[in-house]
């Protein structure tokens, strides 16, 4: 373990910032579904990419404790954008 104050080591510094951008590219894209909606062609290509090529149709289960169930993808993706949860799968 590190003493308090000391600075990262490089690989630890790679892991730290490598979490930071992942979270900036998930905000964006939000950013994107939240200005352009969910038909989107460019957010419908994110969604594509993020399921293997095909958005899910009807309801979504999730495994948000609480929440378990959406009506359908888009709306999952901004429950997940609203909360800042961009890494909760379905």
Known sequence: AQQPGTPLSDQEYRQFFRSLQAARHASTACLLRALYGCQNPLVRRLDEYENHGV???????????????????????????????????V
């Open 55 to 89: 958005i899910p149709e009807g309801p979504i289960c999730s495994e948000l404790p609480g929440t378990p169930f959406f009506p359908d993808f888009c709306t999952f993706s901004f429950y997940r954008c609203n909360r800042k949860s961009y890494f909760i799968k």
